[in-house]
């Protein structure tokens, strides 16, 4: 059943994201922010960990678990090292898909050429 609810859950995020896409004038970029916003104030108000414990690693998945994340790190990182760490903590969980999305980037940019 804990595949299932991560399968489900993974499938309502993208079916949302889709809904929002075909019928309003969002862009993709539009709604990635939106997602992660959303995760930033599910987490904030601690019903993002309660998701994670309920579906598993389906939470841990899409766009929404990287608000999460901006925002769990930035509470500990204020809990540890006061107002600095809430800077400091916020890109301590992230740093890795922050670093990872910039190799990445650079390498497909020169791999691949950009159409018109």
Do not use: Q
């Not at 990635?32 to 599910?42: K, P, R, Y």
């Amino acid at each position: 059943m804990y595949f299932i609810n991560s399968f489900l859950f993974c499938g309502l995020v993208c079916l949302i994201a889709e809904l929002i896409l075909d019928n309003t004038k969002l862009t993709p970029g539009h709604i990635t922010s939106l997602f992660v916003c959303i995760g930033a104030a599910l987490d904030t108000l601690g019903i993002y960990d309660y998701i994670i414990v309920k579906v598993g690693g389906g939470a841990l998945l899409p766009i929404t678990s990287f608000g999460h994340s901006l925002i769990h790190g930035a509470l500990l990182g204020a809990e540890a090292n006061g107002v600095i760490g809430l800077l400091i903590g916020m890109f301590d969980l992230t740093a890795s898909g922050i670093t990872a999305a910039v190799i990445f980037t650079f390498v497909f940019t020169l791999i691949f050429k950009a159409k018109d």
